[in-house]
């Protein structure tokens, strides 16, 4: 018999706030983390807005010696792991250290430290480039400054799958709990991604929403008017652990994760496949691997990006999974509020979906004012929903085809 998983603490930083506490309250009070983006000159940008993280302060979980050897995503992610750790009230030492472990994903990396280095390169010559800029900017650092901190010498690794990879990171670790691998991981993803090459490339590709003139009302997932997602950033990470090692130390146990479904698109290198089938599969995997029926879900956290072409295949893969039980289900896209953390989403919102099940209410799709004719399920609008909750869909989908769903269910001893 495979050994359960269960959350016993979640960390969230976001635009809506720093801290699991600030989150949630924000999410369920249907609040908006977008701005205008205030990091860098966008007069020349078409898109101009932003879900910035706001008074993150470093010195609160960082030493000022190391602030410079961390790149911001990687400060963003030891905050969310302490908040996680602190939340699950963990002790990590040397009776355990070698249990417990971390899986951190990034879609992106250290975009920052990439962008200031290659300009102190060009100005004043190689020998003007930090020696950090290489353990700053590279993605499993995350996971290597979160391992160090803590003293967790299990496994250490980290995921970079595009949008995906905060999920995968969950995901995984759920799955190295359950064969024996590790007791315990630190799990999620982190992203600090708004700069001027990601704002201008992404604005390339025409993913990103332009209507700066009303910044909070952007990101409307599922909307007819919708027109693109925004650039969010911040971490979410969640304690996870074998059920037993929780219930020994008298954990509070927020959700028990039952389903983890890993699939590729094989189609193309930015878009969905057009059938949303990779959706589909991804989502029955899940519930295949939890042995459920599409009809015990109650709650789907969707990808729900906001683009055109996400939201009305990520509802159409919803109706081929579930069949007639689409309709029943609650659909909420929590984008809607966060911005799009892009490789950091699934990790947020694993974090969220936990939080969902053990409180028993959905946070709404704020901005869903006419609901696209093509997306015609019900996704919670602009309110907060009581809901009893068994069992919560979580899902992830990135670029290059890559998608990932968590399966999460109320927790009974």
């Given amino acids: 018999m495979s050994r359960r998983v269960v959350i016993t603490g979640i960390g969230l930083v976001s635009s809506l706030g720093i801290g699991t506490a600030q989150n949630w309250t ?137 949008c995906s990879a905060s999920a995968h990171a969950v995901g995984e670790s759920y799955e190295i709990i ?44 599922f909307d007819k008017g919708r027109d693109g997602f925004i650039i969010g950033e ?25 389903g983890y479904g890993s699939t590729s698109d094989a189609y193309h290198m930015t878009a969905p496949s057009e059938d949303g089938d990779g959706g589909r599969r991804v989502m029955a995997m899940a519930l295949r691997k939890a042995g459920i029926t599409p009809d015990q879900v109650d709650y789907i956290n969707a990808h729900g990006t906001s683009t055109p072409y996400n939201d009305k295949l990520e509802t159409l893969a919803i109706k081929n999974c579930f069949g007639d039980h689409a309709r029943k289900l609650v659909i909420s896209s929590t984008k809607s509020m966060t911005g799009h953390l892009l490789g950091g989403a699934g990790g947020l919102e694993a974090g969220i979906s936990a939080l969902a099940v053990y409180h028993q209410v959905v946070p709404p799709t704020i901005n869903l004012d006419e609901p696209d004719p093509e997306c015609d399920l019900d996704y919670v609008p602009h309110t907060s929903r009581p809901l009893a909750i068994e069992y919560a869909l979580s899902n992830s989908f990135g670029f290059g085809g890559t998608n990932a769903a968590l399966l999460f269910k109320k927790y009974e001893a």
């Fill in 234 to 258: 911040g971490a979410g990470v969640v304690i996870l652990e074998e059920l037993e090692h929780a219930r020994r130390r008298g954990a509070q146990i927020y959700a028990e994760i039952v």
């Fill in 178 to 221: 359950k064969r024996g691998d590790a007791d315990a991981m630190i799990a999620g993803g982190s992203e600090a991604a708004i700069t001027p090459m990601s704002v201008g490339g992404f604005g390339q590709l025409r993913a990103l929403s332009t209507r700066n003139d009303e910044p909070e009302r952007a990101s409307r997932p």
């Fill in 26 to 162: 924000a999410l369920l009070a249907g609040q908006s983390g977008v701005t205008r983006i205030t990091r860098f000159d966008v007069s020349a940008y078409a898109a101009q807005i932003a879900a910035e993280v706001k008074g993150f302060d470093p010195l609160n979980w960082i030493e000022k010696k190391d602030i410079k050897k961390m790149d911001l995503f990687i400060q963003y992610a030891v905050a969310a792991s302490q908040f996680a750790v602190d939340d699950a009230k963990l002790t990590i030492d040397a009776s355990n250290a070698t249990e417990i472990g971390v899986f951190i994903g990034s879609g992106i990396g250290g975009f920052i430290t990439i962008e200031r280095e290659h300009e102190a390169l060009l100005k004043g010559g190689p020998r003007k480039v930090s020696p950090f800029f290489i353990p700053s900017a590279i993605i499993n650092l995350a996971s290597g400054q979160v391992s160090i901190r803590f003293g967790a010498k299990g496994p250490n690794l980290a995921t970079c799958t595009a």
